[in-house]
């Protein structure tokens, strides 16, 4: 990927379908440092430590995950990377999501990243739509 991740070079990005595109990059002077999502007019922020704590998890999962992405207000179905971006067991302790109301889609938004940046191979159906560790 050529973009550098940053507010000026931000990575472009689609989701899996390949139906939407949006931006990302890291915002590492913000407490706690994070990773920014624009989609459209709508700003979401993740910590940043998802894209190593993320590849880490999807490792361990030894194959395919689904990505399971919901609102926030939605429940995330087990065993999904949405579900783990909440659990309470992943190494934030709870949400990846940094802005109450805006905390979810986390297994719509880091995946396609993961992809792009050689971490994760990711499937692009219509629907249900799953990631696994790159090996």
Same mark, same amino acid.
């Given at each position: 990927?050529?973009?550098?991740?940053?507010?000026?070079?931000?990575?472009?990005?689609?989701?899996?379908?390949?139906?939407?595109?949006?931006?990302?990059?890291?915002?590492?002077?913000?407490?706690?440092?994070?990773?920014?999502?624009?989609?459209?007019?709508?700003?979401?922020?993740?910590?940043?430590?998802?894209?190593?704590?993320?590849?880490?998890?999807?490792?361990?999962?030894?194959?395919?995950? @689904? !990505? +399971?992405? %919901?609102?926030?207000?939605?429940? /995330?179905?087990?065993?999904? $990377?949405? #579900?783990?971006?909440?659990?309470?067991?992943?190494?934030?302790?709870?949400?990846?999501?940094?802005?109450?109301?805006?905390?979810?889609?986390?297994?719509?938004?880091?995946?396609?990243?993961?992809? @792009? !940046? +050689?971490? %994760?191979?990711?499937?692009?159906? /219509?629907?249900?739509?799953? $990631?696994? #560790?790159?090996?």
């Amino acid at each position: 990927m050529s973009a550098e991740g940053t507010e000026d070079d931000p990575w472009v990005l689609k989701t899996a379908p390949g139906s939407s595109e949006y931006r990302m990059w890291r915002d590492e002077t913000a407490d706690p440092p994070a990773l920014v999502c624009q989609v459209g007019s709508t700003t979401l922020r993740y910590h940043l430590s998802a894209i190593d704590d993320l590849t880490a998890w999807l490792r361990e999962q030894d194959g395919w995950v @689904a !990505l +399971g992405a %919901a609102d926030e207000q939605k429940p /995330a179905p087990d065993g999904s $990377v949405e #579900a783990w971006g909440r659990s309470e067991s992943n190494p934030v302790g709870g949400w990846y999501g940094l802005r109450k109301g805006y905390r979810g889609r986390f297994g719509m938004y880091l995946p396609p990243l993961l992809e @792009a !940046l +050689g971490l %994760a191979e990711l499937t692009h159906e /219509a629907r249900n739509n799953r $990631v696994r #560790a790159r090996a």
